[in-house]
């Protein structure tokens, strides 16, 4: 169900809309209900309300993304809060940013963000209210046509990361992961560019690096490397467990494999939150 838009609200547009996913609402829709549909499903980490999630194209690393979306349509009926953290792409940032407008649009409708964190945020007085990082960003966009497929009312806390310490990030996830209704969500590909065989162990060595909390993880493991080790430093305090939930790469899915992009989904399981 789309929200109608509200007169005096400030909204962010879709930037890779009919790029990374159709444009078309009844087609992104059937899209995502198609990928939900055939994704595999394991018992690991059943009632997890933290994963990362990749975010590249829909044809590319939507049926590894949409392992931890049918997962969370199984097991978390409705979302209340969802909180995305992901890398900065396309302006060079250094700390965290968190937008000025009130909610994010794509064809399925808006959501609405979490405007009392958002402010709370601000007064840390370490998150950067800016417009700018999210205008174009695709890591946060291309989770919320599955999060609307789940669910038509939610409230969102988008946040894009640039050069920023794992101790910064940690703590502000802190600060917003305070009770059990809230998902978070971190977007990252793995590796970039390497031969199909390069990639595959590759990206094996940084999925086993994620699941033994290693917060050293560089760019060339994983595009969001910053957001991925703030996040495995906050999971790590809280003696949280890690499961792979799927890997595989451009070659295994529209790419031919002489130059692949990775892509991994990891469940993030903590007592704590559960």
């Known amino acids: 169900m789309m929200r109608p838009s509200r007169s005096n609200a400030s909204v962010r547009d879709p930037a890779v809309a009919g790029f990374f996913y159709p444009s ?10 198609n990928l939900l549909e055939h994704a595999k499903v394991g018992e690991a980490a059943t009632n997890s309300r933290t994963f990362i999630v990749p975010h590249a194209g829909y044809v590319y690393s939507g049926g590894v ?3 931890v979306y049918a997962r969370l349509q199984q097991t978390q009926p409705s979302l209340r809060r969802v909180v995305v953290i992901g890398p900065s792409h396309r302006v060079y940032l250094r700390g965290i940013a968190i937008p ?7 064809p399925l409708g808006e959501i609405p963000l979490d405007l009392q964190s958002k402010r709370a945020l601000v007064r840390r007085g370490d998150v950067i209210l800016s417009d ?3 205008a174009l960003e695709h890591s946060l966009e291309v989770q919320l046509p599955f999060l609307q497929v789940l669910s038509d009312r939610f409230e969102l806390i988008p946040l894009v990361v640039g050069d920023a310490s794992a101790e910064h990030i940690a703590s502000v996830l802190d600060e917003v992961i305070d009770d059990s209704d809230t998902l978070l969500l971190a977007s990252s590909d793995l590796s ?7 990639a595959q162990a590759k990206d094996a060595d940084t999925s086993r690096a994620i699941m033994a909390f290693e917060n050293a993880l560089e760019g060339e493991q994983a ?3 910053v957001a991925l080790n703030g996040l495995l430093t906050f999971a790590k305090r809280r003696r949280a467990t890690i499961h792979e939930l799927a890997r595989l790469n451009s070659g295994d899915t529209a790419g031919d494999r002489s130059r692949v992009v990775g892509y991994g989904a990891f469940a993030i399981h903590d007592d704590r939150r559960n």
Not at 24 to 33: F, K, M, P, Q
Not at 192 to 198: F, I, K, Q
């Open 100 to 106: 000025q407008v009130d909610a994010f649009r794509t």
């Open 132 to 134: 700018t990082p999210h």
């Open 65 to 67: 993304a949409a392992t």
């Open 24 to 33: 078309d609402a009844s087609e992104l829709r059937a899209t995502v209900e």
């Open 192 to 198: 970039h560019y390497l031969t199909y065989e390069e």
């Open 223 to 225: 595009c969001g490397a």
